[in-house]
């Protein structure tokens, strides 16, 4: 059974007086305990098909499976992971990662109990009393996935998260990722612009052609051993084969959202 399956997806925006439709009978399937990664132009629907599969955006056709089951409402069996930042500013560290855990009325000693071992699985041991503006940002980007993780979820549904860092820590945070990841192999629906990081950390990965109306136009096994180290898998010579078909594919995607965004501005 399928973790996560979206069939047939299409959603529509109203836009500049007209109708934009964002995605047209998009098909991806995460299996169980699977990395799938979404790769494609800027504005090809990345964004859109994983709100979908968060249930924060109803499609306006298809359909939504959770392990087989149909999707209403909000995806209780996922957690999500932001491109910004979603921390609180008025709650330190430990009380972040434990936000999911009082929505649940979890008593307050196991739910903190619970964020320092948390905190402790993401290196952030002893920062547990700091606030966000004392956290670097690849530090604060491990509190938001300690606080993702804590709450058990199944699914894993995560929006560009380490664009914003620098290169240096987010290969740091690409590793950490992998290895919480590697315990107990959630299912994984991971959008990025960056095709070396989604080889890198992929089973599968999917490239969705240039917008409007976009859909899936290529898919590709990533069939390198794991575990992996991201900066050293970079350089084996399976990565670049694979580096150089997916781009193949992608490339004309990107010239074709390149080229209409000229005839829009012209």
């Known amino acids: 059974m399928s973790a996560l399956q979206l069939d047939a997806i299409t959603c529509r925006f109203t836009a500049r007086g007209g109708m934009h439709v964002a995605v047209e009978n ?147 945070m690409e590793n950490e990722l992998l290895a919480l990841w590697q315990q107990d192999r959630k299912s994984v629906l991971f959008v990025t612009h960056d095709l070396e990081e989604a080889i890198a950390l992929s089973d599968r990965v999917v490239v969705l052609g240039a917008g409007p109306a976009s859909r899936p136009v290529g898919e590709f096994a990533i069939d390198l051993p794991r575990p992996r180290d991201v900066a050293e898998v970079r350089l084996t010579p399976g990565f670049l084969d694979l580096h150089r078909r997916i781009w193949e594919c992608l490339r004309e995607q990107v010239m074709k959202a390149h080229h209409d965004g000229l005839k829009a501005d012209a």
């Open 26 to 172: 998009a098909s991806v399937v995460v299996g169980e305990g699977e990395f799938v990664s979404l790769v494609g132009p800027t504005g090809c629907g990345k964004s859109t098909l994983l709100n979908a599969a968060a249930g924060l955006r109803r499609p306006d056709a298809g359909t939504v499976r959770v392990f087989g089951q149909p999707l209403s409402g909000r995806n209780e069996h996922a957690g999500y992971l932001f491109q910004g930042e979603a921390l609180l500013p008025w709650r330190n560290a430990r009380d972040n990662v434990a936000f999911g855990l009082d929505l649940r009325r979890t008593a307050p000693d196991a739910s903190r109990a619970k964020a320092d071992d948390w905190l402790k699985r993401v290196g952030l041991t002893g920062h547990g009393d700091k606030y966000p503006h004392e956290l670097s940002g690849g530090m604060r980007k491990r509190v938001a996935l300690a606080q993702t993780l804590i709450v058990g979820p199944k699914i894993l549904l995560m929006d560009e998260p380490f664009s914003a860092l620098d290169v240096q820590t987010r290969v740091l």
